[in-house]
């Protein structure tokens, strides 16, 4: 892991297993979700955003949109209706009172049950915790206003962020930030970013002595967890986030959202079923003693056929934020070349290399490789481990993005990939990512 900015709290590192060394027979059938995407309107995203990392957008799948909220010349107001629903709430009521009109009620003291998670910490414990570290952003420039969230990560102002959310501000735009608990718009200014990976580092000025959040290890998560979500949802009101809680429904997924001239392609998604929407961008998603995790996205939209997607929403894992810190810390900016590969990876972890018996610990699994690119015609098979770039060392799917990005189509590189128990080095020519 790179070295982090001063405050910025660091996970514990978990602990590596050792596992015997066995030959794969058969490559994993693990296929990434790949999802055509559009962005809500009126986003545009940064001129310099392209599709980042290798996979072709398949029609057949829903759509995936930022999660920000986008206004300005599309505000719309808000019409929140609630509907009744009857039941047994759990208890008995205690007492009888007369309401309006002589009507008999019935009625109870007992205060509302708390929600647990499986840790043991309440829902609103953990909500409590986290609130001090969130806040809501909103920018505007290049006509258009948009709203989002932010993550405090060091005492000293420093807040992270998507970078679709400040994109407008890249041009000559302003950010304003607001802590939760109040309805001051603090001016901020924009520090790094890093359209490839959605990430961006904006700074709170002039300001001291706030409550940084503390990362988890998105590396240790398994399907099933419980999280939380936290975030400016719809950009109702900010300073007052909106929570949601659910459970990672997948991990390893790869995802592109774009408009109709424009997409980013994002690997290694963390997917939840806790609802995230339009504002969301930005910001934590949560484990269950309230350690970031993730920073939620994407939502996925609509099928071609026009049926909904229910409940998929999608945040990049804390271990891709923080690889990016140190960058984004020195006002470094990404610029995408539009290099290609021409596969699908997701970060080699604990649970792939026990399921499959993968002979390395860390580097980059090939899901899949696209027909008719570099890859495929170098030879590059599923199931391979890129654990080497030229002389980088790869240990991740975000290791593979960092390097590619920075080379242009046309240009060799030399790719070291584990398969089975060979080491193979193979030639790869760049192209250029296919057009959906």
Do not use: C
Request: hydrophobic share 40%.
């Amino acid at each position: 892991m790179n070295d982090l900015p001063d405050d910025v709290v660091e996970p514990t590192p978990s602990e590596v297993v050792a596992t015997e060394t066995v030959e794969v027979n058969t490559p994993p059938s693990i296929g990434a979700a790949r999802v055509d995407a559009s962005h809500d309107a009126p986003l545009s995203p940064p001129p310099y955003a392209a599709a980042i990392v290798d996979v072709m957008p398949l029609s057949s799948q829903p759509s995936v949109r930022p999660a920000k909220r986008s206004l300005w010349s599309t505000r719309v107001s808000l019409l929140l209706v609630a509907a009744l629903v009857g039941g047994l709430a759990g208890h008995y009521a205690s007492t009888s009172n007369s309401g309006p009109g002589g009507v008999t009620i019935d009625a109870v003291t007992n205060k509302p049950g708390v929600g647990y998670l499986p840790g043991g910490m309440s829902i609103p414990k953990l909500i409590n915790k986290a609130l001090p570290s969130i806040v809501s952003i909103d920018v505007k420039g290049q006509g258009q206003e948009d709203q989002g969230t932010g993550m405090v990560i060091t005492k000293n102002g420093l807040v992270i962020t998507n970078n679709h959310v400040i994109a407008a501000a890249v041009n000559g735009g302003t950010i304003t930030v607001t802590r939760t608990g109040s309805t001051k718009a603090l001016p901020a200014t924009l520090v790094g970013t890093n359209p490839i990976d959605d990430v961006a580092l904006i700074r709170i000025n002039n300001i001291a002595g706030l409550t940084p959040v503390t990362f988890g290890d998105s590396n240790d998560l398994v399907v099933g967890d419980a999280v939380v979500a936290i975030g400016n949802a719809l950009g109702l009101a900010a300073g007052t986030p909106t929570v949601t809680s659910g459970i990672v429904s997948a991990l390893g997924r790869t995802v592109t959202a774009g408009s109709s001239n424009s997409s980013e392609t994002l690997n290694n998604m963390i997917q939840t079923d806790a609802a995230i929407n339009p504002g969301n961008s930005g910001g934590p998603l949560l484990d269950s003693s309230g350690d970031v995790i993730g920073m939620n996205t994407a939502v996925a939209g609509t099928l071609p056929d026009g049926t909904s997607a229910q409940n998929i929403g999608f945040a990049i894992p804390d271990a891709t934020i923080e690889s990016l810190l140190k960058q984004l810390k020195a006002g470094e900016s990404v610029v995408n070349h539009g290099a290609f590969i021409g596969v699908e990876i997701t970060s080699m972890t604990p649970s792939l290399q026990q399921e499959y018996g993968f002979t390395v610990s860390s580097g980059a699994v090939v899901m899949s490789v696209i027909s008719g690119t570099g890859a495929a015609t170098a030879g590059v098979k599923q199931g391979d481990i890129i654990v080497g770039i030229d002389k980088t060392t790869i240990g991740s799917a975000q290791d593979v993005g960092s390097v590619v990005s920075a080379l242009r189509p046309g240009n060799v590189i030399a790719l070291q990939v584990v398969r089975g128990k060979k080491h193979l080095t193979i030639n790869v020519t760049l192209g250029t990512e296919p057009k959906s």
